[in-house]
């Protein structure tokens, strides 16, 4: 992110720098709309994989599992976006993208609060930790090296999966078919639309 600039992203574009800054005044404008668009990009695909799951707990289940996948098959960008140093101030969008994921995860939390299927919780509290426990497990600087093998890659995001599934208090063995379940969602959301 701090390596931007207005003039090769111009070229990369094929338009003059000139139309460029007529849509983004400044490179903080240029990288908060990147965030922005990245983060509704992702959002969209939690809604697709939750939306697809039969049960509150199974769209809990694929929401978590489909950030999780999404972090880890694009982590130099989740990195960008999350915490890479830059040069501008873009830190209201980068809390913009993860309030919005949030409460995302918080929605499905509710849901499944209402069905009795969690314990009573602070839902706002208890998703800002899913995703935070998410980001940092997969992509900040204690995340394991290694995990762009395919296998090492689906162990992760199991593994963190379970972990945000046990912390809002799903039981062990449920929490585990539901990893299993949600692990399919995704491809069957993404065959169907996006």
Do not use: C
């Not at 094929?14 to 922005?36: M, Q």
């Amino acid at each position: 992110m701090a390596a931007v600039q207005i003039a090769p992203v111009a070229s990369r574009a094929n338009v003059a720098a000139g139309t460029v800054y007529r849509y983004f005044p400044s490179k903080a404008d240029l990288i908060s709309e990147l965030i922005a668009d990245v983060a509704r990009d992702e959002l969209a695909s939690i809604r697709r994989a939750a939306d697809a799951a039969p049960g509150p707990m199974s769209a809990l289940a694929a929401a978590i599992t489909t950030v999780a996948v999404h972090v880890l098959t694009h982590r130099r960008l989740a990195w960008g976006i999350l915490a890479e140093p830059v040069d501008v101030d873009v830190s209201q969008q980068r809390i913009a993208s993860r309030r919005d994921i949030a409460a995302e995860i918080q929605l499905r939390i509710e849901a499944a609060v209402r069905a009795n299927h969690l314990p009573a919780q602070d839902t706002g509290l208890a998703a800002t930790a899913v995703i935070g426990a998410l980001h940092e497990a997969l992509v900040g600087p204690l995340a394991p090296e290694g995990l762009d093998d395919a296998a090492k890659m689906r162990d992760a995001v199991q593994t963190v999966s379970l972990l945000a599934l046990r912390a809002v208090g799903v039981m062990d063995a449920r929490a585990r078919g539901l990893v299993v379940q949600a692990s399919l969602i995704p491809a069957k959301a993404a065959a169907v639309g996006g």
